[in-house]
């Protein structure tokens, strides 16, 4: 009986830290202007996809798409970051990467991607 009580828990415990890694603010950074960044005293990471981040390119942003970090985080400049994402979901999960990698986060700004829109009737 207690077995199974646990093996019901860890798959509820596996969903709400996913959840919170996703969803849950990461401490400290503050949403800032892109414009408003002075580029010498932050790097600025782009993390978003590079098919998406080709079609928008940010003038002198290092581009590491989260699903590249674990290769490429060590060629992230070691100044404290500006961090450019799509959405916020993207924004949280690459702020904890960076935290756990020891880089500080100091903003982000969202740059979301141009949708389509069509003409009706």
């Known amino acids: 009986m207690i077995a199974s009580a646990m093996l019901i828990g860890v798959p509820i415990l596996m969903v709400a ?6 969803h849950i603010p990461a401490y400290g950074v503050e949403q800032a202007r892109l414009e408003e960044i002075d580029g010498s005293s932050y790097a600025l ?3 978003r996809a590079y098919n998406v981040s080709d ?3 940010v003038a002198d942003a290092f ?13 992230i400049p070691k100044k404290p970051i500006h961090l450019i994402a799509e ?3 993207e ?3 690459a702020a904890r990467l960076l935290y756990q990698k020891g880089f500080e986060v100091a903003s982000y700004s969202l740059i979301e991607k141009n949708k389509m829109h ?4």
């Open 17 to 22: 830290y996913s959840a919170y890694k996703r």
């Open 45 to 47: 990471l782009d993390v």
């Open 55 to 57: 079609k928008e390119s």
């Open 63 to 75: 581009n590491l798409p989260i699903s590249y970090f674990s290769r490429g985080y060590e060629e």
């Open 87 to 89: 959405n916020q979901v």
């Open 91 to 93: 924004k949280n999960l």
């Open 118 to 121: 069509t003409a009706c009737c």
